[in-house]
């Protein structure tokens, strides 16, 4: 098959480097180039030398969203820049792989998921623990029945970030949990679905950017169950992840550190699903960031090409905007 010319818009975004080297190395794909629209940074990336040595970086907007040959865009600008820019892709008829989260805009994320729809272009958004070994086995218990009704989801997801790291995330309502708790929600609400309500706590604990929310939790009511995400700034390194899924019938734990990860611990009222009845500690594959970027990468261009569907529906990308949104008080809903 011929390969997919891509282009990337921004660079500001933390995984930004990433998602371009898996473009590079995706030999599905042919990188155009990449636009950085503040010349500053475009000026710095393009002195940066490294994997970023042989990028055409690229002046203007207009080579990579006016080309009819691109088919595809990567939005990878700063969570300011970053809706409008991929409002910007869509206008323009391409697909977009976009690197969360999907704005503050609510009705404005909403229109632009809708423009998509109508003119059959796929938007997917880059969180990467969908493709998460860990992650992924656990899902499909929880979804099998393995596990019964469940009642109880606990998420930890807590990192270190410098002062001025957290300083460019201050202007963001909720701080963290506004930058991070997506890729938590992203798993929460494909087992769960919408929440009946949402409720957070937003602390600045540490005092070193005491307008940056730093210490964080989110909690998702539903009917019969309940789901928690904590998230702080300072925790210390190596980070201690951990995702927790508890059912009626068995429990099953994401041990820490969850990235890369290596164990999950399950345990069964009954056995089932050819595992023993207690518990167990079950080995999976350990995967790294870029791999995980990498088999995002290859699930976006499959789509494009018509091999498979889109992991998950416009719908639930909506649903994870909105479930974030409502947590950090973005949106009343």
């Known amino acids: 098959m011929t390969p997919i010319r891509m282009a990337q818009y921004g660079s500001r975004h933390g995984h930004a480097l990433g998602k371009l080297l898996a473009m590079e190395m995706n030999p599905d794909v042919e990188v155009v180039g990449v636009f950085e629209p503040d010349p500053e940074v475009r000026q710095r990336r393009r002195a940066e030398g490294g994997m970023l040595r042989n990028v055409r970086w690229l002046d203007d907007k207009a080579q990579i969203l006016d080309d009819p040959s691109i088919v595809a865009i990567a939005s990878e600008g700063s969570n300011r820049e970053s809706l409008e820019q991929t409002a ?10 976009y690197d969360k989260p999907a704005g503050e805009d609510w009705p404005r994320w909403q229109q632009v998921m809708a423009q998509a729809q109508a003119h059959n272009l796929y938007v997917q958004m880059g969180y990467m623990l ?11 218990w929880a979804k099998s029945g393995l596990l019964g009704d469940i009642y109880s989801v606990r998420a930890h997801m807590s990192t270190w970030i410098s002062p001025a790291q957290r300083e460019v995330i201050s202007e963001h309502r909720a701080g963290i949990f506004y930058d991070l708790a997506g890729h938590m929600l992203d798993q929460i609400v494909w087992l769960l ?17 005491p307008d940056f929310a730093d210490n964080t939790l989110g909690v998702l009511e539903y009917e019969k169950a309940l789901a928690v995400v904590d998230i702080a700034a300072m925790e210390p390194r190596p980070m201690a992840r951990r995702f927790e899924v508890y059912g009626s019938r068995g429990s099953a734990i994401l041990l820490e550190p969850f ?17 023993r009845q207690g518990e167990q500690r079950i080995p999976y594959s350990a995967q790294s960031r870029q791999e995980l970027y990498d088999l995002e990468l290859q699930a976006f261009v499959a789509v494009l090409q018509g091999k498979q ?19 950090t008080g973005h949106w009343e809903g």
């Open 88 to 97: 910007q892709i869509v206008a323009a008829g391409k697909h977009v792989w």
């Open 130 to 140: 969908r493709y998460h070994n860990g992650f992924r086995r656990l899902t499909n």
């Open 193 to 209: 679905g919408r929440p009946t309500r949402t409720t957070g706590y937003f602390y600045n604990h540490s005092g070193v950017v």
């Open 259 to 275: 990235e890369p990860g290596h164990t999950i611990r399950l345990c069964l009222e009954e056995a089932d699903g050819g595992y």
């Open 309 to 327: 569907p889109p992991d998950r529906p416009a719908s639930h990308e909506l649903l994870v905007q909105e479930t974030l949104l409502r947590t």
